[in-house]
């Protein structure tokens, strides 16, 4: 099995899908109430809004990977995030766990599906309920699925706050009474509680100090050795996901622009959007280059642009870019990208 | 990463619990310890009525129509001292009183204890469920608040008729969506706070999800609501008693002694309205003083 971590393009082929995602979209709509509606109907410029959130998403996790989910904020990265987690139904689409699509499995086993994959939040501020003990945040979940009896409660979560990294003698403390880190491990221990193979993290590391963050990304990774972990690591910074990730996904207001190899990404990176985004990375080697930047702001997704949504803030753009949506089409091994630009060369 | 990092113990010395903090949070005011203080006290002389107060108005055996209207601290015919002076019946005004903030005091918690949960229930439904079902009940809330209270409360009992019952099913109506809009506005942010994410993500079930994580994160702003509605039913069922429209006159409450002298006010027999008065004025400010503090300390907005 570590042979296959090492080596991304072999696991690709090697181990079999945990999770799939084909054509997965979310729109949220604002639907307009009766004053609206009457408004409307007496001439007011007023319509009903729709987000495409996640437009068009197919993506593959196959056992054992680490995948690192990129993009600016508000470009669908969590929204995708918590659709894999099973905590909001895809509009549109469907999801696979293990090559089964999780609408056709019956109530036991959609529960065990939802179990198996967890979700670890950005805030450890608001992803702990104020109101419970840390022995009830970790301990809920086991005893009310009945993964421990109520006499083994005590020890089961004290195994699990060790091996987050905590130690079990203050399981009886309320979360205000912890760091941010502190919260996080809370967090941590609170997800590996039902036993899960597959662990969503949300911009885990965002909301901590630098320090902090080496160490939760270094437990990321000691889990995944310990319990052999999939990942899908959402983050919006590549300096953090290169070190993790075996597979580095790129999005882009609500769809996947560039997916590749970790290290393919950050060698040679295909879309122009990728292009910018790893301009920006500091490296030591380039501190005395000035920093130009995307240009311009990330559109509305309420109102994206025609196209390729990339094309506005895009120094290659043409004609076929504002009228065609562009297809991600292989361009390497393991390596797709969604650019016009790979049909003119 | 070979050793497993074992976080530290946080540099606090003692335990505190949020339920402690509260307590010397609140006790931090010393009028707001006084106006408990003041509003167990008379809670105490509610429920101990029978057992403390000098007569019991309710039985006509011991009342003497001789001694009506008499002057506080008049010594009766039966060498009773009446230390707040009689009514036209001759009842002793201070036992009058004490079996009077009975009334009040049951009538008024009564009638916010069942508001609160029903209203709760259909803030919560509300803020859970969304959409139509939540613009229907909003929509019933919005109606509910257009009317002034004691307007509604008139015309429901215009309708049923007087009675204990009748009163606190009237105060029920006119407050339960004051606690329906309190909820529904604190449910609405905490169900977007990822632990409630966390709990869907763990597959527990919508009503634990609902009674475990998010009602008992809705509770402050319910309590400090509901101290101030408490004080506002009692206000209210003395208002329409003194209206003619509330208990009937064998189980008076506050404001049917306030009613029962108004007759009396400009002939100088002042005593008979005045210390029910001053009975209702300080159960109204004990409370209301216990709930600003609350509010203070439950409001995390208001700290610095």
């Known amino acids: 099995m570590s042979a296959t971590l090492v080596a991304p393009p072999a696991a690709e082929t090697l181990a079999e899908p945990i999770i799939e995602l084909r054509g997965v979209s979310k729109r949220f709509s604002k639907t307009l109430d009766f004053a609206g509606r009457l408004a409307k109907r007496l001439g007011a410029n007023l319509r009903e809004e729709v987000v495409h959130a996640v437009d068009g998403v197919d993506l593959t996790i196959r056992k054992g990977e680490v995948v690192g989910l990129v993009g600016e904020s508000g470009c669908g990265k969590s929204t995708l995030g918590r659709m894999v987690a099973g905590i909001m139904p895809p509009s549109d689409g469907t999801i696979l766990w293990r090559g089964r699509d999780l609408r056709s499995l019956n109530a036991a086993e959609a529960r065990n599906a939802k179990l198996r994959t967890q979700m670890i939040f950005q805030d450890p501020y608001a992803s702990l309920n104020p109101r419970l003990k840390v022995q009830e945040i970790v301990g809920e979940a086991p005893l009310f699925h009945g993964m421990a009896k109520r006499s083994e409660i005590g020890t089961y979560v004290d195994e699990q706050l060790r091996r987050a990294g905590l130690d079990p003698s203050l399981k009886a403390r309320y979360p205000h009474q912890f760091s941010g880190g502190q919260r996080q491990r809370i967090g941590i221990a609170r997800a590996l509680a039902v036993q899960p193979e597959f662990l969503v993290c949300d911009e885990a590391v965002a909301a901590l100090d630098v320090s902090i963050q080496a160490q939760i990304l270094n437990l990321f990774m000691k889990l995944r050795r310990e319990l052999d972990l999939t990942y899908l690591f959402i983050s919006h910074d590549l300096g953090v996901v290169e070190h993790l990730s075996d597979r580095v996904v790129i999005m882009y207001l609500g769809r996947v622009v560039e997916e590749a190899p970790a290290e393919e990404v950050f060698r040679h990176p295909n879309h122009p959007y990728t292009k910018a985004l790893l301009a920006e990375v500091p490296r030591i080697e380039a501190r005395k280059r000035a920093f130009a930047g995307v240009k311009g702001e990330i559109p509305s997704p309420l109102n994206p642009p025609s196209g390729c949504h990339f094309h506005p803030r895009c120094p290659f753009a043409f004609d076929r870019c504002r009228v065609e949506r562009p297809a991600l089409k292989q361009v390497g091994p393991g390596h797709r990208s969604a650019c016009h630009l790979n049909d003119a060369a | ?304």
């Not at chain 2, 203080?37 to 029978?50: H, K, S």
């Not at chain 2, 019946?89 to 009564?110: E, F, K, N, P």
């Not at chain 2, 905490?190 to 609902?210: G, K, N």
């Open chain 2, 1 to 304: 990463m070979s050793t497993t990092t074992i976080a530290a113990a946080p540099a606090a010395p003692k335990v505190e619990t949020p339920f402690q903090r509260f307590v010397s949070e609140f006790a931090a005011s010393r009028i707001a310890l006084f106006g408990l203080v003041l509003f167990l006290a008379i809670v105490a002389i509610a429920v101990l009525a029978p057992f403390i107060a000098p007569q019991n108005p309710y039985d006509l055996a011991q009342l003497d129509i001789m001694d009506g209207r008499l002057e506080p601290g008049t010594v009766g015919a039966g060498g009773f001292t009446y230390w707040l002076g009689t009514d036209d019946q001759g009842r002793d005004m201070l036992s009058g009183i004490m079996y009077g903030l009975r009334i009040s005091l049951m009538v008024g918690a009564g009638s916010a204890i069942i508001a609160c949960l029903v209203g709760a229930s259909l803030g919560m439904l509300a803020a859970y469920a969304g959409g139509r079902t939540d613009s229907l009940i909003m929509r019933l809330v919005d109606l509910q608040l257009s009317f002034p209270a004691i307007l509604a409360a008139l015309m429901i009992l215009a309708f049923l008729g007087k009675g204990i019952l009748n009163v606190v099913f009237a105060l029920v109506i006119v407050e339960w969506a004051y606690y329906a809009r309190t909820v529904r506005g604190s449910a609405l942010v905490e169900r977007r706070r990822e632990y409630i994410e966390a709990a869907q993500c763990l597959a527990l079930p919508t009503r634990r999800i609902i009674f475990r994580h998010l009602l008992p994160n809705c509770l402050p702003p319910l309590i400090v609501v509901g101290t101030m509605q408490v004080a506002r039913a009692i206000a209210l069922e003395a208002t329409l008693s003194f209206l003619g429209l509330g208990v009937p006159i064998t189980e008076p409450s506050l404001g049917l002694l306030i009613a029962n002298g108004y007759e009396y006010m400009l002939s100088g027999k002042y005593w008979i309205s005045f210390y029910p008065g001053i009975a209702l004025l300080v159960t109204i400010v004990s409370i209301n003083l216990v709930g600003d503090q609350l509010r203070d300390v439950l409001n995390p907005r208001l700290k610095r």
